[in-house]
């Protein structure tokens, strides 16, 4: 009897520890979705606040980040298809990708070179920077990241 109900508690710890867990996890995905403009609308606004942007600054801005985040959701698009159909880039397409979104980057800071003076060009740099060092923070406890499983195995050894 003793053993019927040691099992029956831990059954359920473990039941309510991975509803817990998921609940808490969640897929990343929010409830409201934003379109390109309001993104953009909102980036424009947060460099106003950091990098004290003039209404002129922030008209040249403005456009430069809809377009880049109307490609931004035009992507994530056509990635989620190519995941839902399990089809995974060959290594020639992983290149032209990375090379093509290295060139973007390299546009949009000559873009903004053109724009920004030199002092908000060192915080918009080290804006960027910060950002992604959050992701990467961001990414290591999700499951089945790189730091993770590096991680992981530590642990087991």
């Known amino acids: 009897?003793?053993?019927?109900?040691?099992?029956?508690?831990?059954?359920?710890?473990?039941?309510?520890?991975?509803?817990?867990?998921?609940?808490?996890?969640?897929?990343?995905?929010?409830?409201?979705?934003?379109?390109?403009?309001?993104?953009?609308?909102?980036?424009?606004?947060?460099?106003?606040?950091t990098l004290d942007l003039s209404e002129k600054q922030q008209n040249q801005i403005k456009p430069l980040l809809m377009a880049q985040m109307a490609e931004r959701k035009t992507a994530m698009a056509e990635r989620k298809a190519n995941r839902a159909d399990k089809k995974r880039p060959t290594a020639d397409e992983m290149y032209a990708m990375q090379n093509e979104r290295l060139d973007k980057r390299i546009a949009m800071k000559n873009r903004m070179k053109e724009i920004l003076n030199k002092e908000q060009l060192e915080k918009f740099g080290k804006m960027?920077?910060?950002?992604?060092?959050m992701a990467m923070n961001k990414t290591k406890g999700k499951k089945g990241s790189k730091d993770n499983k590096g991680e992981q195995r530590g642990r087991r050894s």
Request: charged share 30%; hydrophobic share 40%.
């Open 128 to 133: 960027r920077k910060n950002k992604g060092k």
């Open 1 to 49: 009897m003793k053993k019927l109900a040691s099992i029956l508690v831990l059954v359920f710890a473990v039941t309510f520890t991975t509803q817990a867990q998921k609940k808490r996890g969640g897929n990343g995905e929010r409830d409201f979705k934003l379109t390109a403009e309001q993104h953009a609308t909102l980036a424009v606004k947060k460099m106003t606040l």
